[in-house]
């Protein structure tokens, strides 16, 4: 089994920063991408920012300049730093991670339980 951990998230007030945090252990062989989605109520999932293995990054249009997003391949985590935060970040985020768990075995999609982030005043 794998299990992917949030945290980090929390009340910030606009134009403040954090950090969110997602440790992935359990039956882990290898991780391709690991990355966060965000989502509002009622609105679909919307991809935020992803890593490949070998450091490449990829960040959203919306958050591109404010956002950064790192990993820790050691510690199979990921990291999202996240400043000049504004009401419009206010979201459940999730991270995911694309693993195999053993050699032989298939690459699949692994998510977190989410955090909310709350950007206000």
């Known amino acids: 089994q794998v299990q992917l951990v949030e945290s980090g998230g929390g009340l910030v007030q606009p134009g403040g920063s954090l950090r969110l945090s997602c440790a992935a252990s359990?039956?882990?062989?290898?991780?391709?991408?690991m990355g966060w989605y965000r989502q509002i109520p009622g609105n679909e999932r919307e991809w935020v920012a992803s890593?490949?293995?070998?450091?490449?990054?990829n960040l959203a249009d919306a958050v591109k300049g404010r956002f950064t997003i790192s990993r820790d391949n050691a510690k199979n985590t990921v990291y999202l730093q996240m400043n000049s935060l504004k009401p419009e970040d206010t979201a459940v985020y999730y991270c995911?991670?694309?693993?195999?768990?053993?050699?032989?075995?298939?690459?699949?999609?692994?998510w977190g339980q989410g955090t909310q982030v709350t950007v206000s005043s």
């Open positions: 995911y991670a694309n693993l195999r768990s053993r050699p032989v075995s298939g690459a699949m999609n692994y």
């Open positions: 359990g039956s882990i062989f290898s991780i391709s991408v």
């Open positions: 890593i490949f293995s070998d450091g490449l990054t």
